[in-house]
């Protein structure tokens, strides 16, 4: 945000910003996909996959809205399946976002500015298909507002004991605070937008969402005010959440369950997964739209690292739980790790070490994190290794509790993978209309790291 | 309206236009400036409401669920005390969250007087380059010390890029 002689200091190999960007030529760049340039034919393949599994999507829950959720695998001790191991998977990959827009831009690391717009708009399409599930999973999805505080004539209100509720309180303002955020990003680019549509019904669609901005310096002045408030009130909030999921289990007497470690090492998996997921997309989306040279390969090597640090956080999350199950020595949290590392479901908790724990480390080689095809291949591993994590939770915990004649197993369902899947369409048709038809980088805070023109001697703001 | 090339000249302009008196000065840019905010003596409230606002929020969530949890709707939850007060930690600071957050945004845009569908300086063709490379400067006509002539000959003195009248 601010003028910053640290910048110049940093020094890497690759600039932030490619050679040859003026501020004109940024607004260009980042417009082109959307005014300008024809889409590329990969963009409709990939669109065209998300859109036949939205189609999935919508099958599996009308389905599920006819015979209830008994067409999933879930029973009797697992009653959570698939619904919640998506739902934590999903809020998980948007924590990256926020982490990106607001963490990074407190603690001055610049180069956010190149993939927060990016981001930000993956945590809110990840949030849209995290807090389906809880519903879905409702029973009688239809009346879920009940989960508010809602006056009612049955005279009754939630229960503010449980973390379940804390869970609608925490996910609902994450979402709406996730979206004002990317909004007020988005104002001023959209003015950009607005000024360089040619079409009069583009120049009208984009100088509506802009509100009429015109870049006023008392404008600039508030703006700046409020997104560094929204940056301030976003971080803790985005601590606060993945706490509170994690309070959904850690509040239960569950083994395996029952543990303090869980907050720390649930957020610090969530922001594993979303940065995965950051570099899931973004590899495929800089080449399609050829935008090496303001996504470098120093923002990809920047986020392996981020991917590296979180990742060993969660291996000292499993190393923890393992540990305390036997040292705590109370038999059913001994069972608990026992079968979960040997039981039935013991073949995922090691595809969980291998996805999450070993395959990762080759991110310490710098060879690997230069090359985007490595990248784009241990993201998508890691973003399985903790799809694979909550699974590892959810179900070997519940499946053999305390007394062995309520033990069972839980096989999930057509439906299960359907629902599944399906919001995997829905996440990235979302994304890839984004991308599409909103600035996908923020063209003002590139603009902030450009060198100022008509200044010599200073290289980078 | 004056155009200029670069945020240092914008500072610079403003900074002048400031010296020779003038109080009905705006800049236009397509990245915040610093300093001009401070040259034209702006201060924001925002920080405050925004407070207040959290402030609200944290007392409305906590006493919601006071409320309901020990007055409307008591319940015996495992001996529990109806004001099981660090059950409520989380939801309160949920609303605190949430109400700093909301306001914060509304706050901005209403004291932005946004969204403005029309604004005179959108009548100089020129100034749609004011969300792209170019930086602006207005001395508005309700400048008390305002006189056409003078204020042209005074933003020419700056050795802007172009000069422009902009109509109401």
């Known amino acids: ?461 | 309206m004056a155009e200029f090339g670069s945020p240092d000249e914008l500072l610079k302009a403003t900074q002048q236009a400031s010296a020779a008196g003038y109080t009905r000065v705006e800049a236009y840019s397509p990245l915040p400036v610093e300093g001009i905010a401070e040259t034209l003596g702006f201060r924001t409230l925002l920080p405050l409401v925004v407070l207040i606002a959290g402030i609200c929020g944290a007392v409305f969530g906590f006493g919601m669920q006071y409320w309901i949890s020990a007055i409307d709707y008591p319940m015996n939850i495992g001996g529990r005390p109806l004001n099981s007060w660090p059950s409520f930690i989380p939801v309160t600071f949920e609303c605190t969250v949430l109400f700093a957050g909301v306001t914060a945004v509304i706050a901005l845009i209403i004291s932005n007087k946004l969204p403005q569908p029309y604004h005179p300086v959108f009548n100089v063709p020129r100034f749609s380059v004011a969300s792209d490379d170019r930086f602006f400067l207005t001395i508005e006509s309700t400048d008390p010390q305002f006189d056409l002539t003078k204020v042209k000959s005074f933003l020419q003195g700056l050795q802007p890029a172009g000069v422009f009248e902009v109509e109401e």
Not at chain 1, 104 to 118: G, K, M, T, V, Y
Not at chain 1, 126 to 146: E, N, S, T
Not at chain 1, 282 to 293: C, F, N, S
Not at chain 1, 298 to 306: E, F
């Open chain 1, 1 to 461: 945000m601010h003028t910053d002689e640290r910048l110049i200091n940093v020094s890497s190999a690759e600039p932030l910003v490619g050679p040859g960007y003026s501020y004109a030529k940024v607004t260009e760049t980042v417009a082109a996909p959307i005014l300008t340039v024809p889409t590329p034919r990969g963009w409709f393949i990939t669109f065209g996959v998300a859109f036949l599994l939205v189609m999935v999507f919508l099958a599996a829950v009308t389905y599920l809205f006819m015979r209830g959720v008994g067409i999933w695998g879930v029973n009797i001790p697992i009653g959570w399946g698939f619904a919640i191991v998506n739902f934590v998977w999903w809020i998980g990959i948007g924590h990256a976002g926020t982490l990106i827009s607001a963490i990074l831009l407190l603690l001055h690391q610049h180069w956010r500015n190149a993939i927060n717009r990016f981001a930000e708009a993956m945590t809110l399409f990840a949030v849209a298909c995290a807090g389906m599930f809880p519903i879905l999973h409702l029973g009688r999805p239809w009346v879920f507002y009940w989960l508010f505080p809602v006056p009612n004539t049955m005279g009754v209100w939630p229960q503010f004991r449980s973390p379940l509720i804390w869970d609608v309180f925490a996910v609902s303002t994450y979402a709406t605070i996730s979206f004002l955020y990317w909004y007020v990003g988005l104002i001023p680019d959209l003015a950009s937008m607005r000024d360089k549509a040619k079409s009069v019904l583009v120049r009208r669609i984009y100088g509506i969402l802009a509100m009429g901005w015109r870049g006023a310096s008392r404008h600039w002045h508030r703006y700046e005010t409020v997104y560094l408030l929204l940056a301030g009130l976003a971080t803790p909030l985005v601590v606060s959440v993945h706490s509170v999921v994690s309070f959904d289990f850690s509040v239960g007497i569950v083994p395996g369950w029952h543990s303090t470690i869980f907050p720390p090492y649930f957020v610090a998996g969530a922001i594993y997964s979303g940065f995965a997921m950051v570099l899931t997309l973004a590899i495929p989306v800089r080449k399609m739209y050829h935008l090496e040279t303001l996504i470098t390969k120093r923002h990809l090597d920047y986020m392996a690292k981020v991917m590296l640090a979180t990742g060993l956080i969660v291996a000292y999350g499993y190393l923890m739980e393992s540990f305390y199950a036997w040292y705590s020595g109370n038999p059913y949290e001994r069972f608990m790790m026992m079968n979960r590392q040997f039981g039935p479901y013991g073949f995922v908790y090691w595809l969980l070490i291998l996805c999450n724990i070993a395959l990762p480390q080759l991110l310490w080689i710098p060879k690997v994190r230069a090359n985007t095809l490595y990248l784009f291949v241990i993201s998508i591993i890691v973003n399985i290794g903790m799809w694979l994590e909550r699974f590892v939770i959810v179900v070997t915990s519940l499946h053999r509790d305390f007394l062995p004649s309520s033990w069972g197993m839980y096989y999930p369902t057509i439906w299960d993978w359907a629902t599944f899947l399906g919001t995997i369409g829905v996440f990235l048709a979302l994304m890839f209309l984004f991308v599409r038809l909103l600035p996908m980088i923020s063209i003002f805070e590139i603009r902030q790291l450009l060198p100022v023109p008509g200044r010599n001697g200073s290289k980078a703001h």
